[in-house]
């Protein structure tokens, strides 16, 4: 194989660090410095890293991303301690669910053993024992601690993080309503909105669900779409975005196709 032919075939072969969230830029800095060490250590790869809770580029662009570098193969390399098996079902699915709704050529993907059950974390540990750091024995007093401010925010929205709602891609859509939270800065425009992470909710069947207040609207088979669409007409605009509301019936209700095809 010449050496042009070899490069391109090596620079098709990525691995994905993932890390839960990552806000601030310190710990930004820390996953680009391990991604940038990885690379050095494996040239053949393309290292990147994303993050699948809070923060960008979260795990779904960062896929898009290596999908539209029409990498042949990626490597998923979670870097979680302790690995539910929620998120690994999460992950599974969304990958699968990902990969559905978008017809271009994915690359073929894999995902890393989890960090626990390494033959090295022994090693890890011993490492990270010789780096201790000891503390006083008694910290100094610290100031009465300030008050804090009651928020402002009218709304609230509850992304449901049960069990079905999980494994329908609940994370995914947390991740993208934090991520167009910071972006469009919707704690402080119009009535502001808060999010937060919530259990079961009750329509598991319809699941991934979330629900709007004070409307307490229920939002079910929720996608990153009707996320946007929620953000744009319920949140900003004060109206129900009836294409992906459920309002009480007494009855049971399935998922609408309008829904699954979102
Ligand atoms: S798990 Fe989400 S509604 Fe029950």
Redesign the pocket.
Known sequence: MKDEELSRDRSRRAILLIAKSAFAATPHMEMRRLAEGLAKAKPDFTVHYALTEQGTPSLFEGLQSLVDAQMDSVLIVPLVLPMEPSFSNWLKKSLARWQLSDDRRWPELSIAGDIASSALMMALIDNLMENSEILAASPAKRAAPEGSLVPAQKRRVLV???????SAG?DAIWNHLRNQQERQKLRVIGDGTMTAKS??????N????LQVFPEGTYYCGVTEHAVDRIIKEHLLGGQIVDDFAYHPTGRKQRLRNSCMEN
């Open positions: 449901c993080e049960g069990g079905s709602c999980n609940a259990t079961c909710l009750g329509p598991c319809l699941a991934p669900v």
